[in-house]
């Protein structure tokens, strides 16, 4: 426990420590590699014709870490992430408890294609994958599903900078300082065009009463906004320190549907994100 207290404070000391280096931002010159630790806190609901109507609803909690490239005109973005969400499933007669474990990865590439009064805008392709495993106790032979979900689709970003420079303030007999900084803010859109899905056929169970559990897969490749809608968006802002490490808040939004005969399925996640960035080129 102590090793990773100690952990965490030299994280914090590190991003604040003060750098020589003359660290400059601005839209049409960014060159920036990061390593970003980020803590999450959202909250989720959802409705599944699987598990016999269920509506699931909650809050969850989640870890991301990523590794970025960011160089005008070109911007890669690598993930990984894992959400726990305790959820609480309704049906007409009853409600249940419910845990819902999700990991996965995403990655994406934009390219900058053009600004508008000096604001970039980027677009390019994203990916990502997620692994859904869900413990429903109540639900018998049912209680246990797992569902996998690829999707490949394009992501769009416009994204802003500006300098916060130096100024004193007095209130009364204090003087309050505030160092130049750089801010950053952007926001970001992915659309799946391409999905592949894995999920447990769990609507042709008529007995729910043998206590089994049931884990075959079937597999489905579709493209999207035929049999299924989803967007997502990010919304972030930076604060930069002088050695180019920065803090970023985010907030996250996905919504998914899809509907046929069999696995009608929809959801809506909201996540606040916190992340600490850590600057890795730092002579640049």
């Not at 060159?31 to 016999?52: A, E, M, R």
């Not at 995403?106 to 980027?122: A, D, E, Q, T």
């Not at 769990?202 to 967007?231: A, C, H, M, P, R």
């Amino acid at each position: 426990m102590k090793i990773r207290v100690l952990f965490f404070f030299w994280l914090i000391w590190g991003a604040f420590a003060y750098s020589q280096s003359n660290f400059k931002l601005s839209s049409d010159s960014i060159k920036y590699h990061v390593i970003s630790i980020s803590p999450s806190l959202g909250s989720t609901k959802s409705f599944d014709q699987q598990l016999s109507q269920l509506h699931f609803k909650g809050l969850n909690f989640g870890l991301n870490l990523g590794l970025e490239f960011i160089q005008s005109p070109h911007n890669y973005q690598f993930k990984l992430f894992g959400t726990y969400h305790q959820l609480s499933s309704e049906t007409k007669m009853a409600e249940y408890p419910c845990y819902l474990y999700e990991f996965g990865f995403s990655g994406s590439y934009l390219h900058r294609i053009n600004s508008v009064k000096k604001i970039p805008i980027y677009l390019g392709a994203a990916i990502q994958h997620q692994a859904i495993f869900t413990n429903n106790p109540n639900l018998m032979n049912a209680s246990l599903t797992l569902w996998s979900k690829t999707n490949l689709g394009i992501g769009f970003k416009i994204l802003k900078t500006w300098l916060l420079k130096e100024r004193i303030y007095k209130i009364g007999f204090i003087k309050l300082k505030q160092r130049s900084r750089y801010l950053m803010a952007n926001f970001r859109l992915d659309i799946p065009v391409f999905s592949y899905n894995d999920r447990s056929p769990f609507t042709t169970i008529d007995n729910f009463t043998d206590g089994q559990s049931e884990w075959e897969l079937e597999k489905e490749v579709y493209l999207n906004f035929f049999k299924s809608v989803q967007l997502s968006t990010q919304t972030e802002f930076y604060y930069f320190l002088q050695n180019g490490n920065a803090f970023r808040i985010a907030y996250h939004w996905n919504a998914f549907k899809f509907d046929n005969s069999y696995y009608i399925y929809q959801s809506a996640h909201h996540q606040l994100v916190l992340s600490l960035i850590i600057k890795l080129n730092k002579n640049e």
